[in-house]
């Protein structure tokens, strides 16, 4: 069964979202929505079979061939389309984040808990699904490297002036939800609760250090303590000039890993050194930074798409996940509550960032009275 989608919003996401399901024999793109026609026109025309082109959800959702929406707006508008598609009965896929805030994204929880069983709705989180991401998770839910005891995270990224000018929406508080954390570091977010756990609370400072005209922060410092008692630094950042990696540390007792730029620079896991001491071959405790990495990091030969860049491979992942969960009627791999313990750690930051306070995490997701995932 082929899933058929309406891709809502034609920019920079958009457009991948719509060539990547395009490029798929197990996804197409039946129609495109944009309040912009020009918008949607520029994306229809790269796309083949070109799709039709309307200005109208509601005509999209009209339509017979639309089994799925993909929602690639500015993040304040991500809950209104979003809702629309599930009360009409289609499966919803949300770019990141979810909303720009825990009350904002509410309705699209109560629309999702109202739709029929075996409705799919995923939030856009493609780095889950980078085989670096995926070794580091297994590693950490097989006890590899024992307890974990903290993590470092770091987005030390570059965007222009130009960049925050490009578009109305982005860098308020209204529609883009937040700066450097909530729009570029919501990624790095989801990975450090995927791999740590439940966080308890958080506290943080934010700055507006290099760009102006912005509402929200191009640099935050944060520590986050986790309900295992785990305490991670987290810290994004817009304004370091010319733009470095990402990099997340994970580290344990018994082992710890590298992740940087998306790639397994670092594995040791004590375990498995013993395992491998005792010649029991097939182990290997020290993965990171290795000739072999690519083989190990990317198991299925894949490496980022040679004609679109890791951006679309990332999306691809996902989408196959989102397939899979409409096909089967089965979780996807990122749901709404993982998505919705992004953001309220994020909102917690702001808050802490705010008030000079520290902020519990069960609180922010309480005040809309969300149950906590
Ligand atoms: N997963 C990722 O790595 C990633 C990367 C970039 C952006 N994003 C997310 O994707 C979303 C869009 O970002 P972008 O950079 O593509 O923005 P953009 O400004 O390039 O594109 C947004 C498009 O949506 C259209 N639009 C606005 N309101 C609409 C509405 N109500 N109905 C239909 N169309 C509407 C605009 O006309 C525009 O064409 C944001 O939530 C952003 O956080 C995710």
Redesign the pocket.
């Known amino acids: 069964m082929t899933v058929r989608f309406a891709v809502?919003?034609?920019?920079?996401?958009?457009r991948l979202h719509a060539e990547v399901l395009s490029a798929s024999p197990d996804t197409a793109v039946s129609v495109l929505?944009?309040?912009?026609a020009a918008?949607g026109e520029k994306v229809a025309r790269q796309l083949s079979p070109v799709p039709p082109v309307t200005t109208s959800?509601e005509e999209a959702l009209a339509r017979d061939d639309v089994d799925a929406v993909a929602v690639?707006?500015?993040?304040g508008?991500?809950a209104?389309?979003a809702v629309a598609a599930l009360e009409a009965g289609r499966h919803v896929v949300v770019?990141?984040?979810v909303d720009v805030s825990v009350a904002a994204a509410a309705p699209i929880v109560a629309a999702a808990a109202a739709a029929p069983v075996g409705t799919v709705a995923s939030v856009?989180s493609?780095h889950r699904f980078d085989p670096a991401s995926v070794v580091v998770h297994d590693a950490v839910v097989e006890g590899r490297f024992g307890r974990i005891t903290s993590a470092v995270a770091t987005v030390s990224w570059w965007r222009s002036q130009d960049y925050y000018d490009s578009?109305a929406?982005r860098g308020t508080w209204e529609l883009d939800g937040g700066g450097a954390l909530m729009?570029q570091g919501v990624?790095t977010v989801d990975l450090l609760l995927w791999f740590l756990g439940t966080p308890v609370e958080v506290t943080a400072h934010t700055g507006l250090l290099a760009h102006e005209r912005v509402e929200v922060e191009d640099t935050v410092a944060a520590v986050v303590r986790f309900e295992s008692g785990a305490l991670a630094t987290l810290h994004a950042t817009t304004a370091a000039y010319p733009g470095l990696s990402v990099r997340l540390q994970v580290l344990g007792d018994a082992g710890s890993a590298v992740i940087d730029d998306d790639r397994l620079r670092y594995f040791h896991s004590r375990e498995l050194a013993s395992a491998e001491a005792a010649g029991d071959a097939g182990v290997s405790a020290d993965r990171g930074d290795r000739s072999d990495q690519t083989a190990l990091v990317l198991p299925d030969g894949e490496d980022a798409d040679p004609a679109h860049g890791p951006?679309f491979t990332g999306h691809s992942r996902q989408y196959r996940d989102i397939v899979e969960a409409i096909r089967t009627g089965g979780r996807p791999g990122v749901t709404l509550d993982d998505s919705l313990l992004a953001l309220a750690t994020v909102q917690a930051v702001y808050e802490s960032a705010r008030t000079g306070a520290t902020v519990r995490v069960a609180d922010v997701l309480r005040a809309v009275q969300v149950p906590a995932p």
């Open positions: 809502v919003g034609c920019g920079v996401i958009g929505v944009d309040v912009d918008a959800l690639c707006v500015p993040s508008a991500h209104e389309i770019e990141k984040p856009i493609q578009g929406w729009n990624h951006m």
